[in-house]
């Protein structure tokens, strides 16, 4: 648990100005990434993916596909990078470690009782372990959504650093805040700090199991949190808005605001993640655009 | 060189943005006055009546929530549309006892009546709001607020002058609405719907059935999703039946009698007759210099 | 795995050129005045040189109007007036403006980019912002032709005659729309000139005025300096002038028409106050000012360009404002990433840099971004000035550039006093998260637009103009129909 830093009253977070940030937001939108800059920006983002497949139907064959796919995106185009990781259930572990071996791509693994986190600690604290022993290098876990309707703030803010304290110096931790079901953009500010002081790496949007998933006004909050952290204490958090995301233009505007709020230093997949599973194709094919001069076609790339 | 054989139009109903015929499968046929059929009208049934509610309800979140500039556009964007199609709905007036004469006024009429309520749905919120300088520290306004699904039971006599004279106001002002068309002449009223089609109108803020009004009428007059009745052909029995219904969800029942022809409808008061009035209160803290000093 | 501290790994990501394209643009060489429909010589036969501020190039040239050319222009309107205007069915009249709104925005590109090379605004600000609410406020004042007698209880408006009007260059086209539309709905006809400096989007206009068919003379357009102004004003035939510019000049309108009967309003210049809480929600403050005072690089009479920022968050906002000015781009208006363009003229641009000298000399504490800047034209760095007393000169005098003056408040009544002790009352903000201070402040804040939590926001629905010297009467909205009427 943290206890080198002043913990804020999460009850007094900062203020959010909901047609401030959509206005904040929009003007990040109406950047044009044009040539040079998309290039090194689509391949960026092609580096930052979290490749995902988290379903009840999932099996060893399905998840050796996708892994295979994390680490041949498109051999047509030569010098292309990986994605940054593959994010499994926890019982996919093992399997998704030994495909993607030596390739440098990281396994992220979701745990306790993902998506709905509505489970005791303790099998919230099995489901880490195991995903922990199986290998996995990351942790996406799920925050208690009921106890901060019901203003449990340091209850949240407990279960997030005993979860942090399992994973040690293995995995990198990332919260999930839910974004769509922890109310407006103030709770949004709010869930992100407390994630933030209880000792993410990452803080996460979504689980990308219900309707409601990342936005920019949504992650131009979380990114204001993160920027404060930094002003604070001179430490960096990474973000990761998962879901919606199924287009190179939304995801070029994603890393222009990334950039005009915390920098460039923050423009790599080691603080930055996308949670997405078909956004990748259509980054290829705005590649193979770039490279070939002609728009594409689906039937030229593949469908793992 | 043989005649060339013509497609005969297929006049269907108007919900939900698309034109699907009547459930029940029913057809009348009206007669012009030269005992000449009209064609094989859709004989509207409670179900379509019903699917048109839910339809208006639908559509009328997002449309309420438009901008009044958004909702002008569209209104004049209607005008276009008609204005371009002036000769179809000449040919289908004349078919319905106009004279040609006749005919290109009411069409005329129409476009710039359109026209004229396009221009009112940006103002009449500045016309009919206010602050009010209540006696405590309170900031204190009153504004409008669109009453949600109105029915509008068109004018008999009119095929096309009736129906938009009072369906532009209703939803200039933020209201969806289900409109029965006249019994007699509905040919106007289903081509209109094409207009309302091709004019970036989102589906379901309008509805267009065509029937028998003594059908319907208490359906109109009973549904208990509909907030407000809009009726405007002056028979005692019918507003009469149409108000006793509608007090178990206390309708706001309107009847207009206007003659089409002037300018009489052209008022921003038919809006206000379909909106609700909201008035919010706010503490105004009293600190710092006084308001006199420069 | 510890928490790391920054990282040397550096990505370093700039974002290419994205140039708008200009080559759809039609643009003649040399632009006559718009005189009863038809474009005419001058009588001087004299012409000068409009420039692109981010080139210092020429792109074509004016008509350099004289007093005859503005008696011809007076004479039409007048003609206009008597024999067609007046007595046209106002739905009739409406439907002209109708077809000048629509009209605008199907050629809104074109307008956007020529507005942008003639003026220096970014394309991003003339595409999004000038060009479509200069044609939503030609729609507005459309609607309101035929519906004059619902806005006045009592009264039966009458139009005026004719009407002289004077627009200035940061807003161009959108200025052209804000004085034609009411004027036109309310039956009047108009002699405009715009500004020397950006004439070229009312050309435009002109060029579209005649497609949408409106009649001869209905709208004239005189081009040329202040002395064509001058001349507009003292005309007989003008019944009613409106200005907006500099307060300098509206006095002298004032002075130039005070023994005659003419109907005057003038939006002139200001020194808003922007004032910021310490429960503000920081970060859309932050946004608030800098949209406030670099929006349009400060050519805005309503520029927030007085910051008071509560003392208990003073470090704070300052770092983020900081910041955040560190990522406007300064550069091309025509490439569409650009935040901040060009200084619309040299002469503007030797004023703004006079007051960043004088602001050093006065020891004021100086920030300026590190952002590159174009090599050629006129462009000048975002700038702040810190350590700023109420007496000092750049916190009293319009700078009308990208410069804001921050100083500090504790109290409510201090910053209330402070915002209100200046000559001007165009426009001011407030941020806070508090609704009942909201409400104190925009009740006691001597100005006739006050944002709160917001900034910088314009609609045709939303009355605008100032308090004391900022000028008086309103334009937008329903209180912007009186000026351009007579009541019996």
């Given at each position: 648990m943290k206890n080198s830093i002043q913990i804020p009253d999460f009850s007094r977070s900062p203020k959010v100005d909901q047609v401030g940030i959509?206005?904040?937001?929009?003007?990040?939108?109406?950047?044009?990434?044009?040539?040079?800059?998309?290039?090194?920006?689509?391949?960026?983002?092609?580096?930052?993916?979290?490749?995902?497949?988290?379903?009840?139907?999932?099996?060893?064959?399905?998840?050796?596909?996708m892994c295979y796919k994390a680490q041949h995106l498109h051999d047509d185009y030569p010098g292309l990078p990986t994605v940054a990781a593959v994010c499994v259930y926890p019982a996919m572990v093992a399997t998704a470690k030994a495909a993607v071996k030596g390739s440098g791509v990281k396994v992220a693994s979701v745990s306790t009782a993902f998506p709905s986190g509505q489970s005791p600690f303790s099998t919230k604290a099995d489901d880490t372990k195991f995903a922990l022993d199986q290998g996995a290098d990351e942790i996406d876990m799920v925050i208690s959504r009921g106890k901060y309707h019901q203003g449990e703030y340091n209850f949240v803010f407990d279960e997030i650093a005993k979860i942090k304290e399992l994973c040690g110096n293995q995995a990198r931790l990332k919260v999930i805040l839910e974004t769509g079901e922890i109310g407006t953009l103030d709770d949004v500010r709010r869930a992100s700090d407390i994630a933030i002081y209880a000792g993410a790496d990452f803080i996460k949007t979504s689980t990308g199991k219900i309707g409601s998933a990342a936005s920019i006004p949504v992650t131009l909050t979380m990114l204001y949190a993160i920027k404060d952290y930094y002003l604070k204490t001179g430490t960096m958090i990474g973000m990761k808005p998962a879901g919606g995301i199924s287009t190179s233009k939304l995801a070029i505007h994603y890393l222009v605001m990334v950039k005009e709020i915390l920098g460039n230093a923050w423009l790599s997949n080691k603080w930055f993640r996308f949670g997405a599973s078909s956004l990748a194709n259509d980054v290829l094919l705005q590649l193979e655009k770039q490279r070939t001069g002609v728009y594409q076609s689906k039937d030229y790339i593949s469908i793992d | 060189m043989s005649e060339r054989i013509n497609i005969l139009k297929t006049y269907k109903i108007y919900i939900g943005g698309s034109f699907p015929r009547t459930e029940s499968g029913r057809f009348y046929n009206p007669m012009n006055a030269k005992k000449e059929s009209l064609g094989n009208i859709c004989l509207s049934s409670r179900k379509d009546f019903r699917n048109a509610v839910v339809a208006a309800r639908k559509a009328f979140g997002d449309w309420s929530d438009r901008t009044a500039f958004n909702r002008s556009q569209i209104l004049y964007r209607m005008a276009e549309v008609l204005e371009g199609r002036r000769d179809q709905f000449i040919t289908e007036l004349m078919q319905q006892d106009s004279s040609r004469k006749d005919a290109e006024k009411e069409v005329n009429l129409s476009i710039d009546r359109?026209?004229?309520f396009a221009g009112w749905c940006d103002k009449y919120q500045q016309i009919f709001s206010s602050v009010n300088p209540v006696a405590s520290s309170h900031f204190n306004f009153s504004a409008l607020e669109p009453t949600g699904v109105v029915a509008i039971v068109a004018n008999k006599d009119s095929s096309l002058l009736g129906l938009v004279s009072y369906m532009a106001p209703i939803i200039a002002g933020g209201n969806s609405c289900v409109i029965l068309a006249s019994e007699n002449k509905p040919l106007c009223s289903i081509s209109f719907a094409e207009v309302l089609n091709a004019s970036d109108l989102p589906g379901g803020v309008v509805n267009i059935l065509t029937g028998k009004k003594s059908e319907l009428l208490s359906q109109i007059g009973s549904h208990m999703d509909v907030n407000a009745v809009c009726y405007t052909d002056g028979i005692k029995d019918e507003l009469i039946q149409l108000k006793e219904a509608s007090i178990e969800n206390l309708k706001r029942v309107k009847s207009y009698t206007y003659d089409l022809t002037t300018a009489e409808v052209e008022n921003p008061y038919i809006i206000n007759d379909f909106q609700e009035v909201k008035t919010t209160w706010h503490p105004i803290e009293v600190i710092g210099a006084a308001k006199a000093s420069y | 795995m510890s928490k790391n501290k920054i990282e040397t790994e550096k990505m370093n990501w700039e974002y290419a050129a994205a140039p708008e394209s200009a080559s759809h643009i039609q643009l003649k060489e040399k632009y006559d005045h718009f005189i009863n429909g038809k474009f005419e010589k001058p009588s001087s036969g004299k012409y000068f040189d409009s420039i692109n501020p981010a080139t210092a190039k020429k792109i074509a040239a004016v008509a350099e109007g004289n007093s005859k050319d503005v008696d011809k222009a007076v004479k039409a309107a007048r003609k206009a007036y008597d024999n067609v205007w007046s007595a046209m069915p106002a739905s009739e009249r409406a439907k002209y403006l109708f077809?000048?709104?629509?009209?605008?925005?199907?050629?809104?590109?074109?307008?956007?980019?020529?507005?942008?090379?003639?003026g220096g605004k970014p394309i991003r600000e003339s595409r999004d912002i000038?060009?479509?609410?200069?044609?939503?406020?030609?729609?507005?004042?459309?609607?309101?032709?035929?519906?004059?007698?619902?806005?006045?209880?009592?009264?039966?408006?009458?139009?005026?005659?004719?009407?002289?009007?004077?627009?200035?260059?940061?807003?161009?086209?959108?200025?052209?729309?804000?004085?034609?539309?009411?004027?036109l709905a309310c039956g009047n006809t108009v002699v405009l000139k715009p500004a020397e400096t950006t004439s070229l989007t009312a050309m435009k206009l002109a060029e579209l005025i005649q497609e949408s068919g409106l009649p001869d003379g209905v709208v004239n357009i005189v081009t040329g300096d202040g002395k064509v102004g001058a001349e507009i004003v003292s005309h007989d035939g003008i019944d009613k002038i409106a200005f907006t510019g500099s307060t300098d000049v509206g006095k002298l309108i004032q002075k130039t028409i005070a023994k005659t009967d003419k109907k005057v309003t003038l939006e002139l210049g200001g020194k808003a106050a922007n004032i910021v809480f310490e429960d503000a929600p920081l970060d859309q403050a932050v946004e608030g000012i800098v949209n406030g005072i670099y929006f349009n690089q400060g050519h805005v009479c309503c520029a927030g360009s007085r910051l008071f920022v509560q003392e208990s968050i003073k470090d704070i906002f300052i770092k983020k404002l900081q910041d955040r000015i560190e990522t406007l781009i300064v550069g091309d208006p025509m490439d569409k990433n650009t935040d901040v363009g060009a200084i619309n003229s040299k002469s503007q641009w030797e004023t703004i840099q006079g007051y960043i000298e004088l602001g050093k000399k006065e020891g004021l504490e100086i920030f300026q971004s590190s952002c590159k800047m174009p090599k050629d034209g006129y462009f000048i760095k975002p700038t702040l000035f810190t350590k700023v007393a109420q007496s000092s000169r750049l916190a009293k005098?319009?700078?009308?550039?990208?410069?804001?003056?921050?100083?500090?408040?504790?109290?409510?009544?201090?910053?209330?006093?402070?915002?209100?002790?200046?000559?001007?009352?165009?426009?001011?903000?407030?941020?806070?998260?508090?609704?009942?201070?909201?409400?104190?402040?925009?009740?006691?804040?001597?100005?006739?637009?006050v944002w709160a939590n917001?900034?910088?926001?314009?609609d045709p629905t939303s009355p605008f103009g100032g308090y004391k010297e900022s000028g008086f009467g309103r334009e937008g909205g329903l209180h912007g129909l009186s000026a351009y009427l007579k009541f019996d």
């Open positions: 959509i206005e904040r937001a929009s003007r990040f939108q109406t950047r044009s990434i044009k040539n040079e800059s998309k290039i090194q920006a689509l391949e960026m983002v092609l580096n930052m993916i979290d490749l995902t497949t988290l379903e009840g139907k999932d099996t060893i064959e399905k998840v050796n596909q | 359109l026209v004229y | 077809r000048i709104a629509r009209l605008i925005q199907e050629k809104a590109r074109e307008f956007a980019v020529i507005e942008s090379l003639d000038d060009i479509p609410l200069a044609a939503a406020h030609f729609f507005y004042y459309a609607g309101w032709a035929d519906k004059l007698d619902y806005a006045f209880p009592n009264r039966k408006p009458k139009s005026i005659g004719v009407a002289g009007q004077i627009i200035p260059w940061n807003f161009p086209l959108l200025m052209a729309a804000w004085k034609i539309a009411p004027a005098e319009e700078i009308f550039g990208p410069v804001l003056a921050v100083q500090t408040f504790r109290t409510v009544d201090e910053v209330i006093e402070k915002a209100n002790n200046t000559p001007y009352g165009l426009s001011a903000g407030v941020w806070t998260d508090k609704g009942s201070k909201i409400f104190n402040l925009t009740s006691r804040l001597r100005a006739g637009i917001t900034y910088n926001q314009f």
